[in-house]
């Protein structure tokens, strides 16, 4: 019984220490994302390496997203006879929902568990502190980059995935189950609301954006320098991340559309 | 009088008293050392008796719980993390496995520190790093990727780099293990040689001890967390400690028993566990 309760408080402590290095380290992150401002040319390397290798992913879910909901909003607006209106049903869930989730989920799977294995490998391999004795802080030359790197990428990739979801739709709705072409395209134009939908989505985005980098990037750096460490941190960067970022959506919706 | 200056040891690292613990296990227990500015000097030791970590002391990255190190005047814990930067700048440390950034080539990874602590043009940078390649001996694999090396080109690589901002200091961990006899006399060489041709002072981690008595003016023989010997190669050859001869000749047995600590054998075989 002892025993379980020792347990329960070492973990405990083991949490809260860990919470403790990763607000110090986003704090470190944070100051030397500054300094990169005067030294682009490193951040759009990893702009090339972060977004737009994830483009493609993203171009391929938006789509297929965009035709189902198309699909699937048909048929129960039909119902209702209310299938002109499957314009705004499809933008509105992907502009406030779809959009910013299912990208920052993908993000973290592809381009997050990436950058935990990447970091984690060069602290496996003394990269990180070959760099400390040289004189050159790690959490700014190689962190701080990518951290900035990360949060333009996500908002960015978060619009194109709801463009091209919008268009899935339209080739679904209009093409396929003869949706009115311009009943499709008024309607989102009239119900959409610049300040309501597309600003909400895109801070939404902004925000897992952060908090995909922070976990992505902090789980590398905090790995224990081993094979088995490593893999252990790329599995925690996607469990880790996706949690955070379904329960911080339910969070902001509720802040943005809930009238709480 | 005179004589007391002659004999004065300019003494450019001190460790004086340190004890350093990793959880329970005690690594350093009141350690003291002083290594000569311009000299090649060895500590050296049975594996796992932490001389990797007295090189991470030494380079700031871990902290003493007891004692200091300092270098050249300067106490190495309690610096500024500026400061502490600084100092580093002046140092050089090798590691075992070279720590090569690997997304770079040979070339990138000499000019790496020079970039990142000096604004110089492009073509000066150039001169400079095919200069330390050169001295290294490795001028033509300036193309190559970290992964196309050997192991021992590997380590040549990172001392061009570690040697790119001309530091006073080199540290190097464990130069001689797992290489070939001809890489391991290029690098005997080249450690002696940067030595004396930069006027640098070199402190080798080691557990080679005939290379290490080749190539080192002094010696610090380190075991279970303190100093059991120190002095030229010379002397420690001819020292009269069972220990100091033991470890020199590699003989298997003696005040290092060959076998962990046990119980006796034939009442552990007759035993149920």
Not at chain 1, 21 to 48: C, D, K, N, W, Y
Not at chain 2, 200 to 228: F, M, N, P, R, W
């Given at each position: 019984?002892?025993?379980?309760?020792?347990?329960?408080?070492?973990?405990?402590?083991?949490?809260?220490?860990?919470?403790?290095?990763?607000?110090?380290?986003?704090?470190?992150?944070?100051?030397?994302?500054?300094?990169?401002?005067?030294?682009?040319?490193?951040?759009?390397?990893?702009?090339?390496?972060?977004?737009?290798?994830?483009?493609?992913?993203?171009?391929?879910?938006?789509?297929?997203?965009?035709?189902?909901?198309?699909?699937?909003?048909?048929?129960?607006?039909?119902?209702?006879?209310?299938?002109?209106?499957?314009?705004?049903?499809?933008?509105?869930?992907?502009?406030?929902?779809?959009?910013?989730?299912?990208?920052?989920?993908?993000?973290?799977?592809?381009?997050?568990?990436?950058?935990?294995?990447?970091?984690?490998?060069?602290?496996?391999?003394?990269?990180?502190?070959?760099?400390?004795?040289?004189?050159?802080?790690?959490?700014?030359?190689?962190?701080?980059?990518?951290?900035?790197?990360?949060?333009?990428?996500?908002?960015?990739?978060?619009?194109?995935?709801?463009?091209?979801?919008?268009?899935?739709?339209?080739?679904?709705?209009?093409?396929?189950?003869?949706?009115?072409?311009?009943?499709?395209?008024?309607?989102?134009?009239?119900?959409?609301?610049?300040?309501?939908?597309?600003?909400?989505?895109?801070?939404?985005?902004?925000?897992?954006?952060?908090?995909?980098?922070?976990?992505?990037?902090?789980?590398?750096?905090?790995?224990?320098?081993?094979?088995?460490?490593?893999?252990?941190?790329?599995?925690?960067?996607?469990?880790?991340?996706?949690?955070?970022?379904?329960?911080?959506?339910?969070?902001?919706?509720?802040?943005?559309?809930?009238?709480? | 009088?005179?004589?007391?200056?002659?004999?004065?040891?300019?003494?450019?690292?001190?460790?004086?008293?340190?004890?350093?613990?990793?959880?329970?296990?005690?690594?350093?227990?009141?350690?003291?050392?002083?290594i000569e500015?311009g000299k090649v000097t060895a500590?050296?030791?049975?594996?796992?008796?932490?001389?990797?970590?007295?090189?991470?002391?030494?380079?700031?990255?871990?902290?003493?719980?007891?004692?200091?190190?300092?270098?050249?005047?300067?106490?190495?814990?309690?610096?500024?993390?500026?400061?502490?930067?600084?100092?580093?700048?002046?140092?050089?440390?090798?590691?075992?496995?070279?720590?090569?950034?690997?997304?770079?080539?040979?070339?990138?990874?000499?000019?790496?520190?020079?970039?990142?602590?000096?604004?110089?043009?492009?073509?000066?940078?150039?001169?400079?790093?095919?200069?330390?390649?050169?001295?290294?001996?490795?001028?033509?694999?300036?193309?190559?990727?970290?992964?196309?090396?050997?192991?021992?080109?590997?380590?040549?690589?990172?001392?061009?780099?570690?040697?790119?901002?001309?530091?006073?200091?080199?540290?190097?961990?464990?130069?001689?293990?797992?290489?070939?006899?001809?890489?391991?006399?290029?690098?005997?060489?080249?450690?002696r040689?940067?030595n004396?041709?930069?006027?640098?002072t070199s402190?080798?981690?080691?557990?080679?001890?005939?290379?290490?008595?080749?190539i080192a003016d002094y010696i610090?023989?380190?075991?279970?967390?303190?100093?059991?010997?120190?002095?030229t190669p010379?002397?420690?050859?001819?020292?009269?400690?069972?220990?100091?001869?033991?470890?020199?000749?590699?003989?298997?047995?003696?005040?290092?028993?060959?076998?962990?600590?046990?119980?006796?054998?034939?009442?552990?075989?007759?035993?149920?566990?």
């Amino acid at each position: 019984m002892v025993e379980k309760l020792q347990q329960l408080g070492q973990r405990t402590l083991e949490l809260f220490e860990k919470l403790g290095r990763s607000s110090l380290f986003l704090l470190q992150t944070l100051m030397g994302t500054l300094e990169m401002l005067l030294r682009p040319r490193l951040v759009i390397a990893q702009l090339h390496s972060v977004g737009v290798r994830t483009f493609l992913i993203i171009i391929v879910s938006g789509l297929f997203i965009g035709m189902v909901l198309g699909l699937q909003g048909f048929t129960t607006l039909s119902d209702f006879g209310a299938e002109e209106s499957l314009g705004v049903m499809v933008a509105a869930s992907l502009v406030r929902e779809l959009g910013p989730v299912v990208t920052a989920l993908l993000f973290a799977g592809r381009a997050g568990s990436a950058l935990t294995a990447e970091i984690g490998l060069m602290k496996t391999t003394e990269q990180l502190s070959g760099m400390e004795m040289m004189a050159v802080d790690p959490i700014r030359r190689i962190i701080a980059p990518r951290f900035l790197a990360g949060f333009i990428s996500m908002p960015l990739l978060a619009a194109i995935f709801s463009v091209v979801g919008v268009i899935g739709g339209h080739m679904v709705g209009v093409g396929l189950l003869g949706v009115d072409d311009g009943a499709y395209w008024s309607q989102m134009q009239a119900k959409i609301d610049f300040n309501e939908d597309i600003l909400n989505g895109i801070i939404k985005s902004v925000v897992f954006g952060f908090i995909v980098m922070w976990v992505a990037l902090f789980e590398g750096y905090d790995a224990i320098p081993t094979s088995e460490g490593v893999s252990r941190a790329t599995t925690n960067t996607v469990v880790i991340s996706s949690l955070a970022i379904l329960s911080m959506d339910f969070i902001l919706t509720a802040l943005m559309f809930g009238d709480i | 009088m005179v004589e007391a200056v002659v004999n004065a040891k300019d003494v450019l690292v001190s460790v004086k008293d340190l004890s350093f613990s990793r959880g329970s296990k005690m690594i350093f227990d009141g350690i003291s050392m002083e290594i000569e500015r311009g000299k090649v000097t060895a500590i050296m030791g049975p594996s796992g008796t932490g001389k990797t970590t007295l090189l991470k002391l030494i380079g700031g990255q871990l902290h003493p719980q007891k004692g200091a190190i300092t270098i050249d005047g300067q106490t190495v814990h309690e610096l500024s993390h500026r400061n502490l930067y600084r100092l580093r700048k002046q140092l050089g440390l090798l590691f075992q496995s070279g720590a090569l950034l690997t997304d770079m080539t040979v070339f990138e990874n000499v000019a790496f520190p020079i970039r990142e602590h000096t604004k110089l043009p492009e073509s000066m940078i150039r001169s400079l790093v095919l200069m330390k390649l050169q001295a290294v001996g490795l001028r033509g694999a300036r193309d190559l990727m970290p992964n196309e090396l050997s192991g021992g080109m590997a380590r040549r690589v990172a001392l061009a780099r570690a040697i790119a901002l001309d530091p006073m200091m080199i540290m190097y961990d464990e130069p001689f293990t797992g290489q070939d006899p001809i890489s391991m006399g290029v690098l005997v060489q080249l450690i002696r040689l940067l030595n004396d041709a930069l006027g640098l002072t070199s402190i080798i981690v080691s557990h080679d001890v005939q290379e290490a008595c080749a190539i080192a003016d002094y010696i610090y023989l380190v075991s279970g967390g303190k100093v059991v010997g120190h002095g030229t190669p010379d002397e420690l050859r001819h020292s009269d400690s069972e220990w100091i001869q033991q470890f020199m000749n590699g003989f298997a047995d003696g005040p290092v028993p060959f076998h962990y600590a046990a119980r006796d054998y034939a009442e552990d075989l007759v035993a149920v566990d």
